[in-house]
């Protein structure tokens, strides 16, 4: 104990300096076997998928700023696997299964909670639809369960469910295998594991442009130099339509800030996820105590992190609909995320138009559950060339088809 603190001052004081390195500091070599642009948790975990699983280690992770602070850093670290479609469910199972042995896998803590995901319906609608997630969900061997308002007071003690509010609440559905993890330990988790496997994780390496030649990339351009690739993924969440514009393939994603805001810290009093759809309010409490606190998308494209206050009024006021007794509480901090959103809101993970160019982009305001599988799928897409079995229909030419995938229902903050 008193070594441990003495290690504690003496970092401290040395302003952290004799503190190893988690990763190592790669500089860019002439050429890799695969370039990723984006080092956020899904770049990073396509990377150590990569190597581990495809033992593919000529790899390098180009990242225009210091990792994880794209909104990998920003979310609100909400983990659930209840989706409508048979495509969906299954991809987003395998991420949940993968959480749920993420720390023993990397060494690495990355504080995945179990505690339920409880979202309320407040209309007939509302509860149509997750009667019918929850039979799509037991079709799929997937846990989920339908609670009656009492059931859902027993979970959360402290609603207020007084019937003469503006929305009577008629219902819920939990998972109890879902709840938070912690975001940066999982980019910090993927990036040590990755870099210990081989993989060059280059931070503050913007890239400006890429190099096709005969309808095939060989090259990116980055502010640190040209390096060639055999196979380049994407993975660049709120800025993928700008990369993929570079080596001219448009996307059928738009940019929009999504927001969040915390309060201060109080004594452990929400055990648990809980997702309003219809008054438009999440909530959990972080491990410091705080309520994190968020909402739907803004209404508007942009490339600014930044949210508009309306917003924040709108879930306050829904929030002390549910929970008057939070009237007290003061807020911390606010801040916002970029997030590229799709027609039927689900992700884009395949193949391009342009040859050994592959993409994953479009997860919206959820893909951070989706990290493990996201890293899984995307790995084996770039190591074979074409999709595993779990990604093969979140493919860029279902646009094109019509057949989508449409979570709109399911994607618990509006897309
Ligand atoms: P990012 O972390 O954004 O990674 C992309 C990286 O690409 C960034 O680091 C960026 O700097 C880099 N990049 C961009 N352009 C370039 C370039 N030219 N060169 C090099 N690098 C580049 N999802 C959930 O499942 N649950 C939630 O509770 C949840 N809450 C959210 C709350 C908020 C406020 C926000 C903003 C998002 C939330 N999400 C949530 C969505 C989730 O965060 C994203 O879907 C997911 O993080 C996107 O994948 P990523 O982690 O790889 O993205
Ligand atoms: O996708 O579950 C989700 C989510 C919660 C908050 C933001 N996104």
């Known amino acids: 104990m008193r070594y441990s603190l003495f290690n504690l001052a003496r970092n401290a004081l040395s302003c952290h300096r004799r503190w190893p390195r988690a990763w190592r500091a790669a500089a860019p070599r002439k050429s890799y ?75 690495f803590n990355t504080m995945f909670s179990q505690r339920g995901v409880l979202n309320l319906a407040f209309t007939r609608h509302e509860l149509n639809e997750m009667e019918r997630r929850a039979s799509a969900m037991h079709l799929n061997g997937i846990d989920c369960e339908l609670l009656t308002p009492a059931e859902v007071k027993r979970w959360v003690p402290l609603i207020d469910l007084n019937q003469d509010s503006r929305y009577p609440l008629l219902g819920g559905i939990v998972q109890r295998r879902g709840g938070n993890a912690r975001h940066d330990a999982v980019a910090w988790g993927y990036a040590r594991a990755a870099s210990a496997l081989g993989v060059d994780i280059i931070e503050n390496c913007a890239v400006t442009g890429i190099r096709c030649e005969a309808g095939r990339v060989t090259a990116v351009e980055t502010s640190l130099g040209e390096i060639s690739a055999g196979r380049v993924g994407v993975v660049a969440a709120g800025h993928s339509g700008v990369v993929m514009g570079m080596a001219g393939v448009k996307l059928p994603v738009q940019s929009y800030p999504l927001q969040a805001l915390v309060s201060e810290p109080v004594k452990p009093v929400f055990h648990t996820v809980l997702m309003a759809g219809l008054v438009h309010v999440y909530l959990s409490q972080s491990d410091k105590g705080e309520l994190v606190i968020g909402a739907a998308r803004d209404g508007y494209v942009s490339y600014a992190q930044r949210g508009s206050f309306n917003l924040i009024e ?99 903050v509006a897309h």
Not at 314 to 343: H, K, N, Y
Request: negative net charge; contains cysteine; aromatic residues 10%.
């Open 314 to 412: 709108e879930q306050l006021r829904a929030l002390l609909e549910l929970f008057p007794t939070f009237s007290r509480l003061r807020m911390m901090r606010q801040w916002a995320g970029i997030v590229d959103c799709t027609p039927d809101a689900s992700p884009v993970i395949g193949k391009t138009p342009v040859d050994n160019l592959f993409v994953n982009c479009g997860w919206g305001t959820g893909g951070f559950k989706a990290t493990p599988g996201s890293g899984w799928v995307f790995a084996h897409t770039l190591a074979n060339g074409e999709p595993h079995a779990l990604n093969k229909n979140f493919s860029l030419e279902r646009f094109a088809s019509g057949r989508l995938i449409d979570e709109a229902a399911a994607a618990g």
């Open 33 to 107: 076997d695969v370039v990723i642009v984006g080092g956020g948790g899904h770049g990073l975990a396509t990377a150590y998928y990569l190597a581990k699983n495809h033992g593919i280690r000529n790899v390098a992770v180009l990242e225009k700023g210091p990792i994880g602070l794209g909104n990998t850093g920003r979310n609100t670290t909400v983990v659930r696997s209840n989706y409508m479609w048979d495509d969906s469910a299954h991809l987003y199972e395998h991420a949940l299964k993968l959480w749920e042995g993420l720390s023993e896998e990397l060494n």
